[in-house]
């Protein structure tokens, strides 16, 4: 069924794998070598090898939601910090539509400075500041909840196969979960559901290199230690 | 176009958790409204200064440096040692913290903590000439400030006071009004030791000890030094907000009571 994937821990300089392969983002290609260029578990699948780092920052993908914070209203847009390098730029248009103007629309009627958005990476190529956009389900400004933060490295390790773990979680305690791609989750649902998730969430980060994790989780949101 | 940092921006609903928890007496990391972040306090780190402190507040981390030489004094105190107090915020501090001479928050930093010391009369400056008009001690306290989470006037007080009551200085004498090394090694002849209490004012609730989050969010600042006897020796207000009267007698009682238990603090990691 599915192709026998090799794991190994790698740190920079480290030979992944020699031959050829599709490779993913922080390896380096020199002559049939790939070398690792971060800390973190190496991935040596048929034909390709993936590297995901343990720290670092966020570094926007297009297409991946992110949880960001209104920073400043420029004339045409809204800046928004979204825990990365990079700032996130949601141009006017993309929410009041093509015939946003800005003599006739309040920009700040719609998000003010502070204001919590769920946003979708519409454009990034490292050159400019990624673009956002908020139109899709579930996306636009976030009203309400708690904020935690992780690294954006372990976010996959959150959602889990498929969404299992944080299935897991939201049905465990009963919260709802809204996770960036950037490392920021919101959670919303009643104070003692929002401390369980929060302390499982915290366990993720921590462990997130451990076989069994999702066991782990299980065993603790199901009344264990607490 | 890249849009630089300018200040911290706190989330809206981080803002209204935090005011919610105030109207309960409590605030977003647990802490009572009047009650400070665990304060840490070693000396002597640097072997090369006069005195040295480092001090950690929560996760603000503040070290101070004493150096302790010899030249001219200032025309209007001609009998008296001299006594400056510099601050800079090193860039890796705080995402917002930029490389370069000190900014105005440094240099007020600077200026408010310089201020603690020398109205608190806590350094016997008098002791400090050699021959009046012409040779003076002088004592240059130079403080970098680590990591920032708030709270950067407290912390850096704290600092300075620490490493000026642990500094050990060479004897001078005059021949001809040039400095002489005797060899022996005296300490600093201090007196009093002036603690420094900050108030934020977020809506109509106090708190001490604003940490970075609180401070993005306060309307007004309100800084007292007090010394040994309780007496308030310098103050400092901050931010646009306004204070009423009643908030400054509050704030000034807080900043008694807060200074004693701050006092021992620091008497007991100085000796």
Request: hydrophobic share 40%.
């Amino acid at each position: 069924m599915m192709p026998k994937v090799v794991r190994k821990f790698v740190i920079p300089g480290d030979v992944i794998a020699v031959g050829d392969y599709r490779s993913g983002s922080y390896i380096e290609r020199r002559d049939n070598q790939y070398i690792a260029l971060r800390v973190g578990l190496a991935e040596i699948g048929r034909d390709e090898v993936k590297l995901n780092p343990l720290s670092g920052p966020y570094i926007p993908h297009v297409d991946d939601q992110v949880i960001g914070k209104i920073i400043d209203i420029t004339a045409f847009g809204w800046q928004v910090d979204i825990n990365s390098p990079f700032f996130g730029y949601l141009p006017a248009s993309f929410v009041f539509g093509k015939e946003f103007s800005p003599s006739t629309h309040d920009l700040s009627s719609k998000f003010k400075i502070g204001d919590l958005i769920a946003a979708k990476v519409e454009a990034f190529d490292r050159t400019r500041d990624p673009q956002l956009s908020i139109r899709g389900p579930g996306l636009g400004k976030i009203p309400k909840g708690e904020i935690v933060k992780m690294s954006p490295t372990k976010i996959p390790r959150l959602i889990g196969r498929k969404g299992y773990m944080i299935k897991m979680i939201a049905t465990q305690t009963g919260c709802e979960l809204k996770v960036g791609q950037n490392g920021i989750v919101v959670l919303t649902g009643t104070p003692e559901g929002i401390v369980k998730a929060a302390n499982a969430i915290r366990m993720i980060e921590q462990e997130a290199h451990v076989a069994d994790l999702a066991k782990k989780i299980q065993s603790y949101l199901s009344g264990g230690a607490s | 176009m890249s849009a630089v940092k300018k200040n911290y921006v706190v989330e809206t609903i981080r803002k209204a958790q935090m005011k919610e928890l105030f109207m309960k007496s409590r605030r977003l990391d647990g802490r009572a409204l009047d009650e400070f972040r665990e304060i840490k306090i070693k000396t002597g780190l640097i072997e090369k200064a006069n005195g040295s402190a480092l001090v950690s507040l929560g996760n603000t981390q503040v070290m101070a440096g004493v150096k302790v030489s010899t030249g001219a004094p200032f025309p209007d105190t001609p009998n008296k040692g001299m006594l400056v107090v510099n601050a800079e915020v090193l860039p890796l501090a705080s995402a917002y913290a930029e490389a370069g001479p000190p900014d105005e928050n440094a240099i007020e930093l600077a200026r408010v903590v310089d201020r603690g010391v020398r109205e608190s009369e806590m350094v016997e400056l008098e002791k400090l000439c050699i021959v009046e008009g012409k040779l003076v001690y002088t004592i240059f306290v130079d403080v970098n400030i680590l990591n920032v989470d708030g709270n950067l006037f407290d912390a850096t007080s704290f600092a300075v006071v620490s490493a000026l009551r642990t500094s050990k200085i060479p004897e001078y004498k005059a021949e001809d009004d040039k400095p002489k090394l005797t060899g022996e090694i005296i300490p600093l002849p201090v007196r009093k030791t002036p603690v420094s209490v900050t108030l934020a004012r977020i809506d109509d609730i106090l708190i001490v000890d604003p940490n970075a989050e609180e401070e993005a969010v306060m309307d007004a600042r309100l800084t007292f030094t007090t010394d040994d006897d309780g007496n308030i020796c310098a103050g400092q207000k901050g931010e646009p907000g306004t204070l009423t009267p009643l908030q400054v007698m509050q704030a000034s009682d807080i900043a008694i009571s807060k200074g004693k238990e701050i006092r021992k603090i620091i008497m007991e990691a100085t000796g």
